[in-house]
């Protein structure tokens, strides 16, 4: 089932105070980032955290599963929760990265 837009703001609204919040629609699902960084990923209404040590402590009771076939293991954050979702982007925030842009491939045309 995929993921309304109603609860992908829900989610945006219960964590806009850790920093800017947008989303993007990825594969039908959507990444969550703050301070343009990729830190919340939405599946089937599903909020998941990627498995990292610097949450661990945080994320010791959470429930755990795959956002999509082949994907590795992630936590299942408890959105609802403002205080947990507030402390674990604060830590992700320190560890995650921006991405870098990808660079557009060049197209070769035929001469001959």
Request: net charge neutral; hydrophobic share 40%; glycine share 4%.
């Amino acid at each position: 089932m995929a993921t309304s837009i109603d609860y992908i703001e829900f989610v945006c609204g219960q964590v806009r105070d850790t920093g800017y919040v947008r989303y993007k629609k990825m594969f039908g699902e959507y990444m969550i980032y703050v301070n343009d960084k990729p830190i919340l990923l939405i599946c089937d209404s599903i909020v998941f955290v990627k498995i990292l040590p610097c949450i661990d402590s945080l994320m010791a009771n959470a429930e755990r599963g795959f956002p999509y076939k082949g994907a590795k293991e992630h936590y299942i954050l408890d959105v609802e929760d403002k205080e947990l979702a507030s402390a674990v982007i604060t830590e992700l925030l320190e560890v995650i990265p921006i991405p870098k842009p990808r660079k557009k491939k060049d197209v070769k045309k035929d001469t001959k």
